[in-house]
């Protein structure tokens, strides 16, 4: 191999790996330095609340749970929509996600007739996906809010015009601490892989 196309291969190889730098800071723009929030107009009627799990410590919401958690008992004081809490149970869990975060809505004033568990989800697509399977509107198209972590309404939102079945709205929280950027970091590759995603998909 002559040194000119060692040269050449070297050229092509640094500008693929600059594109790809550029491509991961702008999704990072994106998800995490940009406002993704999309929030219903005064008066408008939301009919669902769906609060997007996280990891449980025990019987008790993770700190980052929480911050969603307390974000979805504000909408629902301020929207009335049934909520509904999706999260599955991981391998280092001992409950799903979803009875931790009923239980501790419960505490905080909201009636369990007003709660409704999807517990087999386990990764954001199916948050959504089982979440949409819940929803019972038959004279209109139901509207739902989606509550989870700032860094991850913009994905929400491509997986649920994927989806499909409702109009989407969405509401951001913070994270509780640095050791939670690891996540944000992480978004832009997960929103690449949310572009190769069926719209369909069998679960």
């Known amino acids: 191999m002559n040194k000119e196309l060692v040269f050449i291969i070297g050229k092509v190889i640094i ?7 550029l491509i991961y800071l702008l999704l990072l723009y994106l998800v995490g330095f940009r406002n993704n929030d999309k929030l219903p107009e005064s008066g408008e009627k939301i009919d669902y609340i769906i609060i997007l799990g996280a990891k449980a410590d025990g019987l008790k919401p993770s700190p980052d749970l929480l911050l969603r958690l307390d974000k979805g008992i504000e909408a629902y004081w301020k929207y009335q929509g049934k909520i509904i809490v999706s999260g599955g149970q991981g391998h280092d869990e001992i409950a799903t996600e979803a009875s931790v975060m009923q239980k501790y809505l419960i505490t905080k004033g909201i009636p369990e007739a007003d709660i409704i568990l999807e517990e087999k989800a386990v990764n954001t697509f199916e948050n ?7 929803m019972n509107s038959k004279d209109h198209e139901p509207k739902a809010l989606v509550i989870t972590s700032y860094y991850h309404i913009f994905r929400s939102r491509i997986i649920a015009d994927r989806i499909g079945g409702f109009k989407w709205y969405g509401s951001g929280c913070g994270i509780y601490d640095k050791k939670s950027t690891i996540f944000l970091l992480r978004e832009p590759l997960a929103v690449i892989k949310t572009f190769f995603l ?6």
């Open 15 to 21: 500008s693929l790996l600059v594109c790809l730098l």
């Open 128 to 134: 959504i996906y089982y979440a949409q399977k819940l």
């Open 198 to 203: 069926k719209k369909k998909k069998r679960l």
